[in-house]
């Protein structure tokens, strides 16, 4: 039976009545349906709509709904946000009639307990349900994307342990720039993946309040407790707003946006480890686990993974606008176009947790050639800047040591040697508070030293970054595993 046809003279168009439908996609929602359908039913009961025997029977059809196709709803109560469960695609649950999963829900019902199963809808409407399903899946999806980046971050902290007084060259307009530690380097995304954590944090905050009891638009027409539902869900209390909580879809737009974000910092990472790992940069080697050959070139690997890291950041960004232009533009509350919002938001989270268990399998597998990278940092003037602060160091105004230097540097070019192959007498030709130091501080370690700053290259403060970052990094694990356990 269809949820709304009594008013209706004829039938729908057959080909309009497939077209609108969601259960092909919306079906994925089945275990936050059947909680939120759970703390319904307790509502209705201390309401005074079922009995006590009604609601059993009601609670016990829900959970035989969640076993048979294997939701994780085993009690349909909270539904658990545990690393695994949550993003769950019940692709298995097939029903060719269900318009979407509220209706499929309530037919499955009604085959298990009979009529009875028709009482679980009173009071309610599909479009608090279907806001407090997608709140429920953004929550869950936040809380395993964090607990993967507390890998991704691991994996790159140890890496920049490992890399020890590693240096390389930093780039800025792709150019080499100055020497930093190769740690300092690989603890630059760590700042990236950490902030990306935090933001979706932020977000899940914002999310988590309790759509159900807003009815279609103006509130439930029974007196049902939205504290005790809220509570069930382990949301931290009801949304404010009927109107608003019925049309709201910002927490999927932040969330979705966040992602952006994240997968945006990793296509800047894939794009650097694809140029490192060119046989002109040479600084990576691609773990043959993840690289693919040539079908046609036998001498070929290629670094598929990280393309295809940087490929699907498209994908997601995409999604994130798809979502917005749905929004764009629509009246208060809800609108049929809301449904189109659910498949770029489901695109966004699966195609954002798929990529981050392999970047972090990557990451502690690829090799580094710290040699090749020790050289590079060597060359290409990149102690220019630390020769002229030298002079500065010595009294000589900053514009004037770096004319100096650069007219060194042109003596050099001419030259094809670097700034230490120059002789004293040239350099002091250049300017008289050149002496022999000079030389000293042109060394890569001399180099590196002189960024003593917090947040600089100098080996101690890498250090201090690194055991920082490990602390971050602890307390993320901490706090994930916290949501999971909640
Ligand atoms: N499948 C619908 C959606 O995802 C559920 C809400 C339907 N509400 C309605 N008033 N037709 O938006």
Not at 224 to 250: K, Q, W
Not at 252 to 259: D, Q, S, V, Y
Not at 430 to 441: K, Q, S, W
Request: with cysteine; hydrophobic share 45%.
């Amino acid at each position: 039976m269809k949820m709304w046809s009594g008013r209706f003279r004829q039938p729908l168009d057959a080909q309009f009545e497939r077209w609108q439908r969601s259960f092909e996609f919306d079906r994925r929602l089945l275990s936050y349906e059947l909680a939120a359908s759970g703390a319904h039913a307790r509502a209705l009961k201390d309401a005074g709509v079922l009995s006590a025997d009604e609601l059993i029977s009601i609670l016990e059809g829900l959970q035989q709904i969640g076993v048979s196709h294997n939701q994780v709803s085993q009690k349909t109560r909270a539904p658990s946000t545990s690393s695994g469960q949550a993003m769950e695609h019940p692709t298995e649950v097939v029903d060719d009639d269900a318009e979407d999963v509220h209706h499929f829900v309530e037919k499955q019902l009604v085959v298990r307990i009979g009529e009875l199963g028709y009482k679980l809808h009173s009071g309610r409407s599909r479009n608090e349900q279907i806001a407090t399903d997608l709140r429920l899946h953004v929550r869950a999806a936040i809380d395993e994307l964090r607990k993967s980046l507390a890998e991704v971050c691991g994996a790159f902290t140890d890496r920049a342990d490992q890399a020890g007084s590693a240096a390389m060259p930093a780039y800025t307009h792709l150019q080499h720039a100055e020497p930093v530690l190769v740690a300092h380097w690989l603890l630059a995304y760590v700042e990236m993946f950490l902030r990306d954590a935090e933001r979706l944090a932020d977000c899940r905050k914002r999310l988590n309040l309790c759509p159900l009891g807003s009815g279609a638009v103006a509130g439930a027409t029974l007196p049902l407790d939205r504290n005790l539902m809220a509570e069930e869900l382990e949301f931290a209390g009801p949304t404010a707003n009927s109107v608003d909580a019925t049309s709201d879809r910002d927490f999927m737009l932040e969330f979705a946006n966040a992602l952006s974000l994240l997968s945006l910092h990793l296509s800047r990472w894939a794009e650097e480890m694809i140029i490192f790992s060119t046989q002109e940069f040479g600084f990576v080697q691609l773990p043959e686990a993840y690289s693919t050959g040539s079908s046609a070139m036998p001498q070929k690997k290629n670094p598929d993974l990280l393309e295809l890291v940087r490929g699907k950041t498209g994908r997601v960004i995409g999604n994130a606008t798809a979502l917005t232009m749905t929004l764009k533009g629509l009246p208060l509350a809800y609108n049929k176009d809301l449904q189109e919002t659910q498949e770029p938001l489901f695109d966004a989270a699966n195609t954002a947790l798929g990529l981050l268990p392999l970047v972090a399998g990557f990451m502690k597998t690829v090799e580094f050639d710290y040699a090749r990278m020790n050289e590079a940092a060597q060359s290409g003037f990149m102690n220019a800047w630390a020769g002229a602060t030298y002079l500065v160091c010595r009294g000589v105004p900053s514009r004037l040591a770096h004319e100096q230097i650069g007219k060194a540097v042109k003596l050099c070019l001419e030259k094809h040697c670097e700034l230490q192959d120059l002789g004293i007498e040239d350099l002091q030709a250049l300017h008289p508070a050149f002496d022999e130091g000079f030389y000293d501080c042109l060394k890569p370690a001399a180099v590196l030293a002189i960024h003593d700053v917090v947040g600089g290259t100098a080996p101690a403060r890498v250090k201090q970054g690194i055991a920082a970052a490990r602390k971050k990094v602890e307390a993320l694990r901490e706090e994930v595993n916290f949501h999971a356990h909640a």
